[in-house]
């Protein structure tokens, strides 16, 4: 569904500001384009009155019990980070299809039995028979059309640079060179995961990073350096 800011921001009795605010720091299900947010709208509803069974009606108190005393520094302060670190960072993947590097990127998923890996493989091939999730500038995001309720307690996100690049019929028909794939537990796991990454996505400097394929430690800190970015804005 596509509504204006302003009208979704109404209907939530939220300020303008702080659904801005909200949807770059994905804390609510709603992707911005302009002035206008799009959304499913179950899900939204459903996230509406999470809120209001938990009484956060303050942007401040949102994430005030999940946080609390936490250490600033604790990776579960940054969830894009924490879930990229889990999932891990590999280089020079192998294959020469959408297929095969996803196969093999779904071969490194950290602590799933074989018979898991099986059906994650299919659960993401079926969601690339939907539309591919080559999102443009070399990067694609493939992900299960359904949360994974068994296997996968916190989000994980498997960095993968490809040794070679591979046509993924993205949107601007160029070949993809890195894979992020996001499995999560729940809807908004997902959603924050993924309004988090598109955040660095569109960070000029950021992917200028990741053409370069740097290693594991230089990419994460950066990842944690814009998250820390996303929340003080």
Not at 71 to 77: L, P, Q, V
Not at 148 to 170: H, Y
Request: a negative charge; aromatic letters at 6%.
């Amino acid at each position: 569904m596509r509504l204006s800011l302003t009208q979704i921001a109404n209907d939530l009795g939220l300020n303008l500001d702080t659904l801005d605010r909200w949807i770059r720091q994905g804390k609510i299900p709603v992707n911005r384009q302009g002035t206008m947010g799009i959304f499913n709208e179950s899900e939204l509803n459903r996230w509406a009155e999470k809120q209001r069974k938990t009484h956060m009606d303050a942007e401040d108190t949102l994430f005030a019990h999940k946080e609390g005393d936490q250490n600033r520094d604790s990776i579960s302060t940054y969830p894009l980070f924490a879930a990229l670190k889990r999932g891990g960072v590999f280089h020079s993947l192998i294959g020469m299809s959408k297929d095969e590097v996803i196969q093999a990127a779904v071969d490194l998923i950290p602590d799933f039995p074989g018979k898991d890996r099986d059906e994650i493989y299919f659960q993401l091939m079926e969601r690339e028979k939907l539309a591919s999730t080559g999102i443009g500038k070399g990067v694609a995001i493939p992900h299960p059309r359904n949360p994974l309720n068994q296997g996968v307690s916190e989000p994980i996100i498997v960095t993968c640079f490809l040794e070679k690049s591979v046509d993924f019929e993205a949107i601007d028909d160029k070949p993809v060179s890195v894979l992020f794939i996001i499995l999560s537990p729940t809807v908004e796991n997902h959603l924050n995961m993924l309004s988090r990454l598109s955040f660095c996505l569109r960070d000029s400097d950021f992917m200028a990073l990741v053409r370069q394929k740097p290693d594991a430690d230089l990419f994460l800190n950066r990842i944690k350096e814009i998250e820390i970015t996303i929340d003080k804005r």
